[in-house]
């Protein structure tokens, strides 16, 4: 496994080095990141353990990594990550299914193509 703290640390570093090259693209992400809280509809622990979800659901150790220390500081409890994971996993299958069902299609449509 990732030794998180160093590898958030190493992340930031070579992001500020992204950012001296694309400041633009940098600055868009953090207004992107900024947006959501701005409207203070849902708490800073929800946004985190949604992010944390989506982190997983995206594959994104950078996510992880920050937005894992983000909920740890905004009180979020093991098991509250533990659930908003479990949705992710729940949401992977059902994408997982759903694209079963497509590729049945693409693969019915295909056939019914062939010559006959």
């Not at 992340?11 to 950012?19: E, K, N, S, V």
């Not at 220390?69 to 994971?85: F, M, P, T, Y």
């Not at 299609?105 to 006959?116: F, N, S």
Request: hydrophobic share 50%.
């Amino acid at each position: 496994m990732l030794n998180w703290l160093d590898y958030r640390k190493q992340l930031t570093g070579r992001i500020a080095q992204f950012a001296k090259l694309s400041p633009d693209t940098v600055k868009g992400y953090q207004t992107w990141s900024k947006a959501g809280a701005a409207t203070a509809h849902l708490d800073a622990k929800t946004r985190e353990l949604i992010a944390l979800a989506v982190s997983v659901t995206t594959r994104c150790d950078g996510c992880i990594t920050v937005h894992a220390a983000e909920a740890v500081k905004q009180g979020a409890s093991r098991d509250e990550i533990a659930e908003a994971l479990g949705v992710a996993v729940a949401l992977n299958a059902g994408a997982a299914m759903v694209y079963s069902a497509r590729t049945l299609d693409a693969v019915d449509a295909y056939a019914a193509a062939l010559p006959a």
